[in-house]
């Protein structure tokens, strides 16, 4: 049943940066260092340390805010590029300097896009829909808060470690319009940066973070729009895709009831935008404070550091290292492989490595892609789950799989993965593992001649088949199976219809 109102969602995604040391300066930028361990003058804001841009940083968010498809920042008689730094000044316990060195009037990047398949209806399929982008921009990180969680008024710890990694921002349009559409998005991002070698992307470490921001348009025909829309909302502390998903479907019901409760007053324009948290325990918003706006944080211009510009051949090195970003991927593996979109979304989603080894197995198979990717999810997949690899770890080379595939093509599935699970223990060969598993090559015309004894051994099942009840004939399919235990299964159906038929 839809809802008496339309989402929409807008997402800023902060992503940590692939680099060894912090934006401004050589302290590391690793994960799970002791706490304020990782720390110097520079980030810590001592007086007169002054930071230094780290070029790394500035090639990963360039190759980043290409693959978004954004123009990169230009400025009145400055080609192609051109980006500086501001201050943004703020309080927090978690920030010493009480400003965060980031990017204001000229971001790094502008006016992208990112396609997502979102899935309105399993009969209608998949449908490509382009999310804008409003800016991706470079900045260095705050601290983080270690709260007392015990409920009796403990204190507040901070860790600096994680003050002045680099960090790209990408804010979207609101173009999403339910949380499948919102959850879509940011795996369409993980994937994608991870691809680029730009981020992890590892929500659980805090380097792929993400505050969504909802309201909801409740149609009005008396009103100007045909809509009234309520305030904004800013929902924070959003630390895994299924959080994200519970947090925008709670807070857009929550919204439409308090319009309910006063259609009046409970509006954009008329209350402040609000930042809340998300409880993921309680499964519920809760209200922390009134957003601030450009003005509150008085951006002025960094003078420590020197503008950015970025020339035609850098840009064009860029490009040349990104290589095949995932949403052409899957649109070759479709018209290449004549694979649906789900089978190059699943492919797709496991990585650049994962479509190599799939794309070696097809060739193998003379371009069977369909086989390929079918038997990678049969068998592939489970496997490394439960080894905990990754495929370019994976003892069975592509070669190797083909081979399986073509001389197990004929055996039922379960006796199919039986054999698999031998090859990978014991490393056997496809055949020394049948005989491991008791599995017997059949001849066909010895099968033949099974099924029409069969069929002459039950004249009640033919009888049942020739009056119209096409289930009868799996009584004689049994009796084959269970006289030459190990046929395939699909074989002796065949023969059977086709001794049944004459």
């Not at 993400?210 to 348009?217: E, F, G, P, R, S």
């Not at 904004?232 to 439409?256: C, D, H, P």
């Not at 080894?357 to 892609?369: I, R, S």
């Amino acid at each position: 049943m839809a809802e008496p109102y339309k989402i929409v969602i807008g997402l800023e995604v902060h992503v940590q940066l692939l680099t060894k040391t912090k934006l401004f300066c050589g302290c590391p930028n690793k994960f799970g260092l002791p706490p304020n361990s990782a720390v110097c003058p520079v980030c810590l804001g001592m007086p007169g340390s002054l930071p230094v841009m780290n070029r790394k940083a500035f090639e990963l968010s360039l190759k980043a805010a290409l693959a978004l498809n954004c123009s990169i920042a230009s400025h009145p008689g400055e080609k192609p590029g051109y980006t500086k730094w501001d201050r943004k000044n703020y309080y927090y316990p978690d920030l010493p300097k009480n400003y965060q060195i980031s990017q204001y009037e000229l971001p790094f990047s502008h006016d992208g896009f990112l396609e997502i398949n979102v899935h309105p209806d399993p009969k209608k399929g998949y449908t490509p829909k382009k999310v804008g982008i409003i800016r991706a921009h470079l900045e260095e990180d705050a601290g983080k808060n270690i709260h007392d969680e015990s409920g009796r008024g403990g204190d507040t710890r901070v860790d600096l470690n994680r003050t002045g990694t680099p960090l790209l921002e990408i804010v979207s349009h609101p173009d999403m319009n339910s949380p499948e559409e919102a959850i879509a998005y940011l795996e369409e991002i993980r994937l994608l940066l991870r691809e680029l070698a730009v981020s992890d992307c590892e929500m659980q470490e805090g380097s792929l973070r993400c505050d969504a921001n909802v309201n909801v348009h409740i149609p009005k025909p008396d009103e100007p729009k045909g809509y009234a829309a309520t305030p904004l909302v800013e929902i924070k502390n959003l630390n895994s895709f299924r959080a994200v998903g519970r947090a925008i479907t709670y807070e857009a019901k929550r919204q439409y009831e308090q319009f309910q409760k006063d259609p009046v007053n409970y509006r954009i324009g008329k209350l402040l935008k609000t930042t809340a948290g998300w409880d993921d325990a309680k499964g519920r918003t809760e209200v922390q404070r009134h957003k601030e706006e450009a003005a509150d944080y008085r951006y002025f211009p960094e003078p420590d550091l020197v503008p950015v510009i970025v020339s035609k051949e850098q840009l064009d090195a860029v490009k040349a290292t990104m290589g095949e970003l995932p949403q052409a991927q899957r649109q070759r593996l479709q018209s290449q492989y004549g694979l649906s979109l789900y089978d190059a979304e699943v492919l797709s989603s496991k990585g650049r490595k994962m479509v190599a080894y799939f794309e070696e197995v097809a060739k193998e198979l003379a371009g069977d892609g369909k086989t390929a990717a079918n038997r990678l999810s049969d068998l592939v997949f489970p496997a490394l789950t439960e080894r905990h690899e990754e495929i370019e770890e994976f003892p069975i080379r592509p070669a190797a799989f083909a081979t399986f595939l073509k001389a197990t093509g004929s055996l039922p599935k379960m006796d199919r993965l039986s054999v698999f699970a031998v090859v990978l223990e014991k490393g056997l060969d496809v055949e020394a593992a049948k005989k491991e598993v008791g599995i017997k090559e059949f001849d066909e015309s010895a099968l033949r001649a099974a099924a029409i004894a069969a069929i002459a051994a039950n004249p009640k099942a033919v009888a049942d088949f020739k009056g119209g009840k096409d289930s009868a004939k799996m009584a004689i399919v049994g009796h084959v199976m269970k006289n030459n235990k190990g046929a395939p299964n699909d074989v002796v159906r065949k023969l059977v219809d086709e001794e049944l038929g004459k």
